[in-house]
C-alpha cells in the first residue's frame, strides 16, 4: 500500500537515481531538461519556476520504506478543469511491481476529488509500452483524433500517443 504527498526538494536525489540511461531518462522528461544527466539541483530549479502557481503540483509516492515513485499534475487551462501528469517515475527496483498503478490510482482520485478537474491527459511514447499498458490499466484511453505528436530525441522522432480519463 502507498500513500501520495506533496513533492519534498529532499526527494529530488531519489528521483534522479531512477531516471537511468538516456533514453530511459528521455522516454520520462521527453526534451523538458537541456541536459543529461540531470541532478537533484537541476530538478528542483525546474520546480522552483513553479513556486508561486497555484496550477502545478509534483507529487511523491511513498510506502512503509521511502519514497516509491514521483510526478506531477497541472492545470493546462485557466478554468482548472483539464490536469496533465506528466514526468511520472518509479523506483527502477520496483517497476513491474503494481508501484506505479496504485500512484496513478490515487492521484486520479487526487485530481478528481481535491483539484476538481474534469479530464486528465498524458502523454506516452510509443518506445514505452509498459508505461501505456500500466496508464491503460488505470483507465486512459487514447483521444479520439488519434493524432500523434512527434518529438526529435536522441537524433530520432518519437512519436507520442496522448490519452485522456474523463471524471465519471
Known amino acids: 500500500m502507498i500513500g501520495l504527498r506533496p513533492y519534498k526538494p529532499c526527494d529530488a536525489e531519489r528521483i534522479v537515481s531512477w531516471t537511468g540511461d538516456e533514453i ?9 531538461y537541456e541536459n543529461y544527466p ?23 509516492a511513498f510506502d512503509e520504506n521511502g519514497i516509491v515513485g514521483h510526478m506531477i499534475i497541472r492545470f493546462t487551462d485557466s478554468k482548472k478543469s483539464v490536469a496533465r501528469f506528466g514526468f511520472i517515475i518509479v523506483d527502477s527496483k520496483k517497476r513491474g511491481m503494481g508501484y ?5 490510482e490515487l492521484a486520479v482520485k487526487y485530481t478528481f476529488e481535491i483539484l476538481k478537474a474534469n479530464k486528465i491527459t498524458l502523454g ?6 509498459s ?25 530520432e522522432d518519437w512519436l507520442c500517443t496522448e490519452l485522456e480519463i474523463l471524471q465519471n
Request: with cysteine; hydrophobic share 30%.
Open 24 to 32: 530511459s531518462f528521455r522516454k520520462w522528461s521527453a526534451d523538458r
Open 38 to 60: 540531470i541532478n537533484a539541483d537541476d530538478i528542483n530549479r525546474y520546480y522552483s519556476r513553479y513556486d508561486y502557481e497555484d496550477n502545478f503540483f509534483p507529487m511523491t
Open 100 to 104: 506505479g498503478k496504485q500512484m496513478l
Open 124 to 129: 506516452v511514447f510509443d518506445n514505452n509500452p
Open 131 to 155: 508505461a501505456c499498458g500500466c496508464y491503460k490499466a488505470v483507465g486512459f484511453k487514447e483521444i479520439e483524433d488519434g493524432k500523434k505528436v512527434s518529438y526529435r530525441i536522441l537524433n
